[in-house]
């Protein structure tokens, strides 16, 4: 959905700008970073239906920055769901859960 969006917008060839550092990529962060702020300012001064919003494009920018670097985003989050799912049993530390004796760390290395 957000790979196809991106190539109808031309900014996503059909085989993805994947040279780590190009202006796309910078452009981008730059749009994530702008999310997180609207994010930040829609939860501490907005209603919930803005909260949403800006969260859902959050994620939006996140997965074009991926495509970006030519990985394919649901692939990225089902492998760091695995993951995560080795730090099972749960270790807390101030309230969130920590890489516990059974943590595997993800392989991106491929992607």
């Known amino acids: ?16 700008n994947k040279d780590h550092g190009s202006t ?7 749009f994530v970073e702008e999310e997180f702020y609207e994010l930040l300012h ?3 001064h907005e209603n919930r239906e ?7 494009d959050l994620i939006w920018t996140a997965y074009g920055f991926l495509h970006l ?3 394919d985003p649901d692939e990225a989050f089902d492998r760091i769901y695995a993951s995560n799912q080795t730090k099972i049993p749960f270790e807390y530390k101030e309230g969130k859960v920590q890489k ?7 392989y991106l290395g491929d992607l």
């Open 42 to 44: 829609a939860f501490n």
């Open 50 to 56: 803005q909260s949403i919003k800006e969260a859902v």
């Open 69 to 71: 670097l030519g990985v």
């Open 100 to 106: 516990g004796k059974n943590y595997v760390p993800p």
């Open 24 to 30: 796309y990529q910078e452009q981008q962060l730059g």
């Open 1 to 16: 959905m957000v790979k196809t969006w991106m190539q109808l917008a031309g900014q996503l060839s059909p085989s993805g």
